[in-house]
């Protein structure tokens, strides 16, 4: 098991298959001929994705049109390649790095296991941290207000904390709302902006305080609620987990491989030109 | 976000429910019982015969205002308290055009990108979001799905056709030869002259690998909450010469139900170009696996007359019938009214009164410049006509063809949602930012063309849903509880009944009174009672990041007693304290615009506003739709970032400010 995961030997073992498979196909491939034979197996095929299409069977007239379509394919791409179009160096090179790219994709493309993505969420734990949620009310004077300047702020806040004053009585409507429960932080950044998210942030929990700022104006603020930011378990986030686990295993799988295969060559780069140089820099500079 | 108190009233939907249909209340039975939001039919004569604009649960004991509720108002609510952010329309390197013009950013980038992580763009940018959206349809065009992935492969049958190699070296060679190849490729599409060879069809293994990889994505990426990932797809019909019908198809369900089908694509026999045959491929499939599928149509700016037609069907020659009236309006509940290629409320021709009409328009020709525009061909070609149309066919044909919603999206062609103007990405990725994207011709075609800086920065889709998941926001596009931006988050609420007050804007919820006593937008009213006209409550709060509001208008359009299309937009509600001239025109609210520097000031408008509004002019006889345009102040266009980021000079006449926009989905008044 150890040893197939092994991300070379997998690559040789599927890039062995896949190859040997390319190179059968080329060589029945090569003489064209100039017979094309739409064989039961390639008419149920087409029909078959017709159904799809449309969720029925082609009738009769549709399936003749499909099979015409498919000759026509046939026709054109032999001719082409009669005609030597796919010869070409650089095709070739593409073609070929594309294939290659193709296969290390699929190496890295193995599940995790469970003791690897406990290991990765470990030394990853912000990627998966939980943010910090509130809940909270809110009571807001808009900016330019000037009807309650920052005295009379501390005052209300005095009064609310006392009792003195209803939190509904003050204060001035707001489309977002009161009252909150149970929000994430970013979304107290996405409603309010960045600012107030991070005063609230500050703020201790029960009792009137404030005043905090947003996008909006001013607003006294009472945390009712607050979990704090956490690194759950791997069980919690086991889907981002294996999510982000492929995506960077693969990035780094890739990498790694073509840092093998390069090994195995020796590079010599030839010095460029002066000129060459000036006018690559100028290339890269626009 | 207030979720707890959702989950416990969801808990206690009771099997019988009751919602607002605009002038009363009555018993309706849930269609589906199991559901966690359980769905209702709306009960207006119009919605009645469909069974998709459900406006979720509500429990008349604590909505009704002769009951109010405890300290916390959301105890006990579970109507949309919040809007979802997101794009219904974005490429990828698997879409031909995309991939001809360099985007070599794949689904999963797409998907990474929209959710706020930083990335590389195909141009070799390092790019990120101001703040991650909530949802992303990737929708590559099926027609050649996947041929850009294919042909970079160097596979046989791509590169055995002659032009397909041409294309390809001139792909390699990139910079403006890759451009030129892509010019050609959409015009031979447009054209119906594709080479065969090159159409990577259904029935290729090419394109089964390319919608199972898309579907894959969508699956890996889509969490439930938390971010939501449609499987969708384009169905890119282009009438020769090139008169766009573009589709966008969204699913509702997930990979187990699209697996069972392909998309729809143009080229016969398995396609087609004209939309009848595609609502037929969407019956089909909803009928095969029981499950959900719209339309969003885009783009008619760029149809030359035929995305909305007044009286002929321009694709079967018939003349526009009951059944293509029921068909469109079934498939098709929305409109994406702004994008990159232009803005399609309203036209200056159609609407000359509107000082604000005439908004980043596209309006040269048809979508290949192939064919220059006639001011004939714009009144089927915006959405405000549109909507007027459809009342006179609804009068004609019993049923509105033309009953949309509006949202936004992009339709970038970078797997990168970035139409923000100080972040914006460009149509391409041959126009993602450098110093002479201004300048550079877009496009060209005989003596018509469109130059760089036409691009918009636009647009997103602001959802009312009760959750992010793809249910709860499939329904609410559904209903058209949705609205378009420009590119800012702006919450925009507007609601209709029969008895709105100014109380009602006074209060700290509007929508609490919004969803108690009227409809939301998207909704119906009708049934007029003796004496009232309908009133409107409608709110907008300004994006976090973005410029103040200016106003808030309400455009009404109706068909008045002889039967012609009538429209007149109000002036509801405003900052500043300025006041209308003796003319009736409210004065501008001025600008804090510095060119020099691309940045403005928030001391002028407003950062909310909310109004009662009754209509003035009201006929019960008549037939009416209503919508909302809430504009924000001046703030610099994107061409204004790149003049100062790149130190370049915008030639004379480029615009470098504009005022942008939310519109909402309407709501249509039909007498009984």
Sequence with gaps: MKLLREPLLHFLIIGAVLFGVYQFVDAGDAPPSDEIVVSAGQIGSIAAIFSQTWQRPPTAKELDALVDEHIRDEVLYRQGVAMGLDKDDTVIRRRIRQKMEFVADMTADVEPTDAELKAFVAEHPEWFRSEARFSFEQIYFPTGGSDRPTESLSRLLHDLNTGAVDASSVGNPLMVGTDFRDVSRSEVAKTFGEDFALGIDKLALDGWSGPVTSAYGTHLVRVTGRVDAREPPVEEVREAARREWLHTRKGVANEALYQRLRSLYVVKVEAILAGGVEERRAEVAQ | ?672
Excluded at chain 2, 479 to 498: Q, S
Excluded at chain 2, 541 to 562: E, F, M, S
């Design chain 2, 1 to 672: 976000m207030h979720i707890t108190q959702r989950e416990e009233s969801m808990r206690r939907a009771p099997d019988q429910s009751t919602v607002a249909n605009g002038h009363g209340w009555q018993r309706v039975r849930p269609l589906r019982g199991t559901l966690a939001i359980t769905c209702l039919l709306l009960a207006s004569p119009a919605a009645a015969q469909s069974t998709i604009t459900d406006i979720g649960t509500m429990d008349p004991a604590t909505v009704l205002p002769s009951k109010p509720p405890g300290y916390s108002p959301y105890a006990g609510r579970n109507f949309p308290s919040r809007v979802f952010w997101g794009d219904t329309h974005l490429h990828t390197s698997a879409s031909m055009d995309a991939g001809a013009f360099g985007n070599r950013l794949g689904f999963e980038e797409a998907y990474r990108f929209a959710r706020g992580e930083e990335l590389t763009a195909s141009g070799g940018q390092r790019v990120k979001l101001s703040r991650p959206l909530d949802f992303l349809a990737i929708t590559d065009h099926s027609d050649n799905m996947g041929f850009f992935p294919a042909l970079f492969a160097g596979k046989p049958e791509m590169l055995a056709d002659p032009t397909g190699r041409r294309w390809y070296d001139l792909v390699q060679k990139g910079g403006e030869d890759g451009v030129k190849a892509a010019l050609e490729i959409i015009d031979n599409f447009s054209r119906g002259t594709f080479p065969p060879a090159l159409q990577f069809l259904p029935g290729s293994d090419g394109y089964r690998s390319t919608w199972d990889q898309m579907i894959a994505a969508a699956e890996k990426y889509n969490e439930p909450g938390h971010f939501t990932a449609f499987i969708g797809y384009e169905w890119t019909s282009q009438v020769p010469p090139g008169n766009n019908l573009h589709r966008v198809v969204i699913y509702r369900d997930g990979a187990e139900q699209a697996k069972q089908t392909l998309p729809f694509t143009t080229y016969p026999p398995a396609g087609s170009t004209t939309p009848e045959d595609l609502w037929k491929h969407l019956a089909a499939y909803e009928g095969k696996t029981g499950e959900r599928v719209l339309a969003i149509s885009h783009n008619g700016n760029l149809s030359n007359g035929w995305m909305f037609p007044t009286e002929t069907n321009p694709a079967t020659g018939q003349p526009l019938s009951k059944e293509y009236a029921e068909t469109r309006t079934r498939w098709e509940p929305l409109y994406e009214v702004t994008q990159v290629k232009g803005d399609g409320e309203a036209h200056p021709y159609l609407s000359p009164t509107d000082e604000f009409a005439g908004y980043e328009l596209w309006d040269k020709g048809n979508l290949n410049l192939s064919e220059a525009k006639k001011p004939e061909m714009l009144q089927s070609e915006y959405a405000r006509t549109a909507l007027q149309t459809g009342l006179q066919l609804e009068a004609k044909l019993g049923v509105n063809p033309y009953k949309f919603g509006m949202i936004g999206s992009t339709d970038s062609h970078t797997s990168l949602t970035a139409v923000e103007e100080e972040n914006f990405f460009g149509k391409h990725s041959g126009a993602e930012p450098s110093p002479h994207r201004a300048t550079h011709e877009f496009m060209r075609n005989g003596d018509l063309f469109l130059m760089g800086w036409q691009q918009v920065a636009s647009g997103y889709a602001g959802v009312w849903a009760t959750d992010n998941t793809r249910e709860a926001l499939w329904d609410a596009l559904r209903r058209k509880e949705v609205y378009g931006t420009t590119g800012p988050r702006m919450l925009v609420r507007f609601f209709g009944g029969w008895d709105f007050t100014d109380a009602d804007a006074q209060s700290r919820s509007p929508a609490f009174a919004g969803y108690g006593k009227g409809v939301p937008m998207g909704g119906d009213l009708s049934a007029a009672p003796a004496g009232k006209s309908p009133t409107f409550l409608v709110a907008a709060l300004k994006d976090p990041l973005g410029g103040n509001l200016d106003r808030i208008q309400i455009v009404k359009g109706w068909v008045d007693a002889a039967g012609a299309r009538q429209e007149k937009v109000y002036d509801v509600v405003w900052s500043d304290k300025r006041v209308p001239g003796t003319d009736g025109k409210l004065p501008a609210v001025g600008n804090t615009v510095d060119v020099a520097t691309a940045t403005w000031t928030n001391t002028i408008g407003a950062s909310e506003l909310i109004k009662t509004w009754t209509d003035p002019d009201f006929d019960p006889a008549l037939r009416a739709v209503y919508y909302a345009r809430v504009l924000e102040i001046p703030t610099p266009r994107w061409t204004a970032y790149d003049a100062v980021r790149f130190g370049v000079k915008m030639p004379d006449g480029v615009p470098m400010f504009g005022q942008e926009r939310a519109y909402t989905s309407p709501i249509w008044y039909t007498p009984s």
